[in-house]
């Protein structure tokens, strides 16, 4: 066993090495952002939709506003003959710190050294009541003295018996890019409480991360479409860096909004219309000569890991001032961009906000929240989790296609009161089989929406499968839809945008939910009528092991969210 493992350092080293001189070569931090060259593809210009548009279907029906639908899957060729070049951006303009961080590996003879961590107490004090903070520091030395920052931790006060669901309050790290973190957590709830701090991903596998996520493609994995005629062929965002030429590729992107999708042309040259689409866990035919994610690498290097200090007992006295003054009921006047952290805490298993009083406590309460609203949910399948908890809750049944393949069927529902629900998934990439139409994008789903009365209330998110992409990808789609925003409040000022952030996720790649995180927040800073519904400190404090988060979980979040759906009503 000894004999093996030190074989299994060295190796390791020289692995990391070839990994740091991948990243320098792909990230030059002294150079200026590169651009990606990009294949030219069609345009056609979007008339916006007016109160004269007749609906292609009626308020009732599942497409309603999916008239774009019927061009989905046909080549650009079909409708279009003007071109466009797409120009993309370089996501560390986004998170400029890791410019810092990352560069100080350059000097550093060995690169596999054990990381020296504690978390210590800052102060001698530890009698605490009800209204103190809790301040305590993170130190990580490597063996040869090198300090640096850029690691992914987080820290939650946890109070009671380990749960899957505990009450306690999430703590906000801060790195100071030295080696040190900084770690504050409000004293909010008296009683016995333990702080746990843990090593997410470290920066050495955060960095193995921005390696494998450095092409416009999800290494490891394929689109396969069929197409009319039968054949069957890969498709992609981009085959730019791969053996294809620019005749060897039919083109699919969308006219509107100018979101890319290609195909390899069949054996027929033929680029026919796309009839149906399953994402495959294999390799590509065309980028081959590149390595997906080490995963055995980033656990090596340290992910979700305890660190020494954590599980310190900490006393929470009860205070006489510790009444607080009563918050307002929850609005999205404010764009909650800026909220305090951490922005709430869980007691007695429900979700406490500190930036608003959320009085929902079941779902049975809500028809109010919904009355005069056509309400939107746009997204994977972890916004259609929203979907159908607010359809259970008012006790309807969805509408829409549903044959047990294709997931992302679009789905409406309606009560009385004038009350509208609506279900779309997003545009490719999306992993889920299914034809085209099934997948709109959710600009074009903002662009069909017509001027009215009725009060438009658009729940999204979207990233999560996109995740592995170079994240050129999502700004561009994220700017897509944050302009057909601007186009709708053109259109109508009756309309709210509740972006769903992203949550922590204690796997492998949680450090890519959030980078999109950091690019989400500063992509739609300036849209008015926004609101950025931030679950990051709650899922800190309930990190989740899944993508989909299971029914007690979601609930609680839903039942938060509709406190900033009925936006002042009172419940």
């Known amino acids: 066993m000894a004999r093996a493992y030190r074989w299994f350092l060295p190796l390791l080293t020289v692995s990391y090495l070839l990994l740091l001189f991948t990243v320098q070569k792909k990230f030059p931090f002294d150079q200026t952002p590169w651009t990606f060259p990009k294949k030219k593809a069609t345009v056609l210009v979007h008339e916006h939709p007016d109160s004269n548009k007749i609906p292609a279907f009626p308020r009732e029906s599942p497409f ?87 690691d992914y931790f987080i820290a939650r006060l946890v109070y009671g018996k380990a749960s ?10 801060t790195d100071h890019r030295n080696g040190t973190y900084s770690i504050q957590i409000p004293l909010l709830i008296p009683g016995q409480a333990r702080l746990e701090v843990k090593l997410i991903v470290s920066l050495r596998g955060i960095a193995e991360l921005i390696r494998c996520t450095s092409t416009r493609s999800y290494l490891g994995s394929k689109y396969v479409s069929v197409l ?110 800026d909220s305090i952290r951490p922005n709430g805490y869980v007691v007695n298993g429900s979700w406490h906000s500190r930036l608003c009083y959320n009085s929902i406590t079941a779902g049975a309460q809500v028809k109010p929240c919904f009355e005069n609203k056509d309400v939107y949910f746009l997204g994977d399948s972890t916004i259609r ?39 779309r998934a997003h545009g490719p990439p999306l992993q889920n089989p299914g034809p085209p139409k099934s997948r709109p994008y959710m600009s074009d789903v903002l662009d069909e929406i017509l001027p009215g009365d009725q009060e438009v ?27 057909a925003m601007l186009r709708l409040n053109q259109r ?24 999109y995180g950091v690019i989400t927040r500063k992509i739609f800073r300036d849209v008015n009528n926004f609101f950025y519904f931030d679950l990051w400190d709650f899922s800190a404090l309930w990190p989740l092991d899944d993508f989909h988060p299971k029914a007690f979980h979601v609930e609680k979040e839903a039942l938060f969210l509709f406190s900033y759906i009925c936006n002042g009503i009172q419940i």
């Open 228 to 337: 009319e005629t039968d054949e069957v062929v890969e498709c992609n965002v981009d085959f730019n860096g791969t053996s294809l030429q620019s005749d060897d590729i039919c083109d699919y992107s969308n006219p509107r909004n100018q979101e890319p999708w290609f195909c390899a042309k069949p054996a027929s040259k033929n680029c026919s219309r796309i009839t149906d689409t399953t994402f495959q866990h294999s390799h590509s035919n065309f980028y081959s000569n590149y390595d997906a994610c080490n995963d055995d690498l980033i656990r090596a290097f340290g992910w979700n890991r305890t660190i020494p200090g954590s599980g310190m007992n900490v006393t929470v006295k009860p205070s006489k001032s510790e009444l607080q003054e009563p918050l307002s009921v929850c609005k999205t006047e404010s764009n909650g961009l």
């Open 492 to 515: 109508r000022s009756n309309v709210r945008y509740i972006y769903r952030s992203h949550r922590v996720l204690s796997t492998l790649n949680s450090w890519l939910v959030y980078r």
């Open 385 to 423: 989790q929203f979907y159908y908890l607010a359809v259970n809750s008012l006790g309807l049944t969805s509408e829409g296609p549903n044959n047990g393949r294709v997931w992302q069927q679009p789905q409406t529902t309606g009560a009385p009161g004038n009350i509208r629900l609506y279900y």
């Open 64 to 150: 309603f506003g999916l008239s774009f639908q019927e061009t989905y899957g046909l080549p650009c060729s079909d409708f279009a003959e003007t071109g466009f070049n797409q120009v993309l951006e370089d996501w560390r303009d986004y998170m400029p710190e890791f410019q810092i961080s990352l560069p100080k590996h350059e000097h550093v003879p060995n690169f596999y050294v054990q990381n020296i961590s504690n978390v210590f107490l800052v102060g001698e004090k530890n009698d605490f009541k009800v209204g103190d903070e809790l301040n305590a520091r993170i130190e990580i030395r490597e063996k040869n003295n090198l300090s640096r920052g850029g």
């Open 164 to 173: 899957l669901y505990p009450d306690g309050i999430p703590g906000k790290v």
């Open 457 to 483: 209330v658009i729940v999204l998110n979207i990233g999560l499968h996109i995740l592995y992409f170079e994240p050129s990808v999502l700004i561009h789609r994220l700017k897509g839809i944050r302009d």
